[in-house]
């Protein structure tokens, strides 16, 4: 019986829809010569222009629309004319918030053939999987803003570090690095921030103790960024805040190909509710509706989307498909330095994935079978 999974397409502003058109094209593909299972995608038509026109990012009942799907694919929001502020607290922020989706996984792999600004640093010194907590810290939203436009002006912003979100993400971190036999690395600065980072540091320690397996360590956050880009080769598994992990992971992108090809998941692990995949590059307003956009980091985060459905042998396909358009440097988009178009990049996609799936298929013809 073939299995289905329901998609809801938030395709967003600027290239958003151009990139999420192409990871699409990939899922299908995927889909169709697997045969085990397909797609069934509703599209929403949510962001800033939606927002432009009816004073909201979604609609009134959007969470309830988007609870009956297996995942979100996002493509980007953002757009001149509306605040940021907007456009990330109403949609993107209010998602991942309303879901529980505590968990976003940020993979930082210098793939072969992907241009790398560090001297003398390969594939295997850049292999990294962010996992940052998602669900409160620094953008859990809480402060004040009192006396406004006064001489005694005063703006609060709290973090939120609650025992049982701390606990959760840490060892949702310490769960994955013995499960891929990696060492676990906590980012902090309990140095200075003497209630929050000195709280984290606390967990990590206490539960620590709990998987005497997995090799720990712990960096400040500034020394983080240095070893990042002087000894990338530390990290393996990183467990980071809201707010340090979403520096440090596009830190990390800048040193593993840029950030076209930087993909995240915002997962909720109990699958109460839908998680949520996109590409972390933004909506490029600049460059949108040129066909130019780079649609890597939409397929990479559609690989995550299959492996978090179970089909991990085809998510690494899709990843080995990259890796190989990189490698051939004849189809890629104008940021790879290339001449193509972003529909020309997901069609050579495409025909790497179905010469790969084939030849697997006579090798093993139950390959679609994880």
């Known amino acids: 019986m073939v299995k289905i999974f329901k998609i809801a397409v938030i395709a967003g502003d600027g290239i958003g829809p151009e990139v999420i058109r192409e990871g699409v094209k990939v899922l299908n593909k995927v889909a169709e010569l697997s045969g085990d299972f397909r797609f ?14 009816h004073g909201k990012m979604m609609d009134d009942d959007g969470i309830e629309q988007l609870k009956v799907f297996d995942a979100i694919y996002l493509g980007a929001v953002g757009y001149p004319g ?8 109403d949609l993107l922020l209010k998602i991942r918030k309303e879901f529980d989706q505590y968990v976003n996984i940020r993979p930082i792999q210098l793939l072969q053939g992907a241009p790398c600004p560090l001297k003398d640093v390969g594939k295997k010194e850049i292999d990294m999987l962010f996992i940052r907590e998602n669900s409160e810290g620094e953008y859990a939203g809480a402060g004040d803003w009192l006396f406004k436009g006064k001489a005694e002006e005063v703006v609060l912003q709290t973090g939120v570090f609650s025992r049982k979100g701390t606990e959760r993400i840490i060892r949702y971190a310490f769960e994955t690095a ?6 676990l690395t906590s980012i902090s600065k309990g140095n200075a921030l003497n209630y929050s980072m000195v709280f984290w540091d606390q967990i990590f320690n206490e539960i620590s103790k709990e998987y005497p397996d997995v090799e720990t360590h712990s960096y400040l956050v500034d020394a983080a960024s240095m070893f990042m880009v002087k000894q990338p080769e530390r990290f393996q598994v990183v467990v980071a805040s809201n707010l340090f992990g979403d520096i440090l992971t596009d830190l990390g992108a800048a040193i593993a190909g840029g950030m076209g090809l930087a993909a995240g998941a915002n997962i909720n692990p109990e699958r109460t509710y839908p998680s949520m995949f996109e590409p972390i590059h933004g909506s490029a307003p600049d460059i949108a509706g040129k066909g130019i956009a780079n649609p890597l980091a939409a397929i990479w985060s559609a690989s995550q989307m299959l492996e978090f459905f179970g089909y991990k042998a085809l998510a690494d396909t899709v990843i080995q498909a990259i890796e190989k358009i990189l490698q051939e440097k004849e ?3 104008p940021d790879m330095n290339g001449t193509s178009s972003t529909s020309e990049v997901g069609d050579r ?3 790497i994935i179905s010469s790969m799936l084939h030849d697997e298929r006579l090798e093993r013809p139950l390959f679609s079978q994880q």
């Open 40 to 53: 069934d995608f509703t599209y929403f038509p949510w962001g800033c222009e939606y927002y432009v026109k």
């Open 82 to 89: 509306v605040p940021d502020h907007i456009s990330l607290w």
């Open 178 to 183: 013995r499960k891929m036999g990696k060492s």
């Open 331 to 333: 189809v890629l988009t």
């Open 349 to 351: 996609m495409v025909d």
